[in-house]
């Protein structure tokens, strides 16, 4: 497909899905605050990252 990067988030709260995109090769970004929109609110999202180069 010719990607040179894809990104994936996960709920700060859930180490499970964190350490499978650190697993998978994905790298820790950053912080998105209120990135997510809920029924209740927003809340955060943790920033994974893996580039071709990788």
Known sequence: M????TEA???PQNT???RVLEKSGFS?????RGHQRTAS???DSLLHARLSSD
């Open 9 to 11: 988030t996960c709920a």
């Open 2 to 5: 010719g990607l040179q990067r």
């Open 28 to 32: 820790y970004e950053g912080l998105l």
């Open 41 to 43: 609110g927003r809340r």
């Open 16 to 18: 499970a899905s964190r």
